[in-house]
């Protein structure tokens, strides 16, 4: 298992409820594939560098993580065809 930090930004018209399901379902993928939440950060609403799809804020969540590369590749699957993401990125912690 590997360290990993993922950088998620949601659409910032977003209820908060959905907001929060939303995290909560990235942070149930991991932990569901014996993967170990070690920090969430919410940033919040933020302007973006760029427009994106027509969007001008959007709402970040960093979530560092210890997991295999199933739960990886699952919160990818699910964070590109939910249409409450903006972007999301994940990487590999240097140590």
């Not at 379902?25 to 969430?40: A, H, L, P, S, Y």
């Not at 409450?84 to 990125?89: G, V």
Request: proline share 0%; with cysteine.
């Amino acid at each position: 298992m590997k360290k990993y930090e993922g950088a998620f930004i949601l659409l910032s018209n977003l209820e908060e409820e959905v907001r929060k399901a939303e995290i909560e379902k990235i942070q149930n993928i991991i932990t569901e594939r014996q993967g170990i939440i070690e920090k969430v950060n919410e940033w919040g609403l933020r302007r973006l560098a760029y427009e994106i799809n027509k969007k001008r804020e959007g709402y970040y969540v960093f979530i560092e993580f210890t997991a295999g590369a199933d739960a990886v590749d699952e919160v990818d699957r699910i964070c590109k065809i939910s249409d409450n993401f903006i972007r999301h990125m994940i990487t590999v912690r240097e140590e």
